[in-house]
């Protein structure tokens, strides 16, 4: 761990190496994350787990200003970021008519299957988080960190710097307030 930390600071201080040395210290986990949203996803997506966690990382580190990160738990919040915003813009970009609009892929086995999960919207799901950012950001990033980066509760505690009894609280919270704003936008 104390080498993702060095890394990050030399990613920070312009070193054009450092960023080639961090990918294969994170892309296990980062794999893992990825893999862990993707199979929360509807089926049918061209994006998996692999291209998410590429698309990402070069998201992070693969700009014109060097980044600054404070710690690891600080990129791994930037890599959820990164991956929910790489997530709605593709959400977005299927639900344009050229790309098929509001029709949906249907295979065969879903079509004969008894039930159907309920489907959750991304792109609405993203506009309430982004309100509740506007109010409560440490709650936003939690549910970002917990649905997006698929971290468990007392990993994206540690990531907040706070107790675990607190992020339950903000989970609760969170939770509850987008399940209203989703509701009301139905």
């Known amino acids: ?55 990402a990382y070069l998201r992070l580190v693969q700009v014109d200003e060097p980044q600054h990160w404070n710690s690891r738990g600080h990129f791994f919040a930037a890599a959820a970021e990164a991956m929910r915003r790489i997530l709605v813009e593709n959400a977005r970009r299927k639900s344009r008519l050229k790309h098929g609009g509001g029709r949906r892929q249907v295979d065969l086995d879903s079509a004969c299957a008894f039930t159907a999960a309920p489907s959750l919207d991304l792109v609405a ?47 609760t919270f969170a939770k509850s307030w987008l399940y209203a704003e989703l509701a009301a936008d139905r």
């Open 125 to 171: 799901l993203d506009e309430a988080l982004t309100r509740l950012a506007v109010q409560e950001p440490d709650k936003a990033l939690l549910v970002k960190l917990r649905y997006f980066a698929g971290l468990t509760m007392p990993q994206a505690a540690e990531v907040l710097d706070v107790s675990l009894a607190t992020a339950e609280r903000h989970w």
């Open 1 to 55: 761990m104390g080498d993702v930390s060095q890394i990050l600071s030399a990613i920070q201080s312009g070193d054009a190496q450092a960023s080639e040395q961090l990918l294969p210290l994170v892309y296990d986990e980062l794999r893992k994350l990825a893999a862990q949203k993707m199979a929360r996803e509807q089926s049918g997506q061209t994006l998996d787990a692999t291209a998410l966690v590429h698309e």
